[in-house]
């Protein structure tokens, strides 16, 4: 069972909105995920991210490989967490 940390996305359209969850490589974007890690809209001005970094690195410790958007993610919500 090959696990990713994608993006799944829940907007509407011209609205995009996104969770980032923990899913089976295999199956469909928005299809069932394991765990929702958080959510993520692109379009907000502030407070745009909201993601569990403690969550995503046990995921990571067990084998769920990121893409690169969901990396970036985490690195930037990990980055957030030490400044505040």
Do not use: C, F, Q
Request: hydrophobic share 40%.
């Amino acid at each position: 069972m090959a696990l990713k940390i994608r993006l799944s996305r829940i907007g509407s359209t011209h609205n995009p909105v996104y969770h980032v969850v923990v899913a089976e490589a295999r199956s469909r974007r928005d299809g069932a995920a394991t765990e929702v890690l958080g959510t993520y809209n692109p379009r907000a001005k502030n407070d745009s991210l909201k993601l569990d970094t403690v969550r995503a690195d046990y995921w990571v410790s067990k084998g769920a490989i990121p893409t690169d958007t969901a990396l970036s993610l985490i690195k930037k919500a990990k980055k957030a967490a030490v400044v505040a």
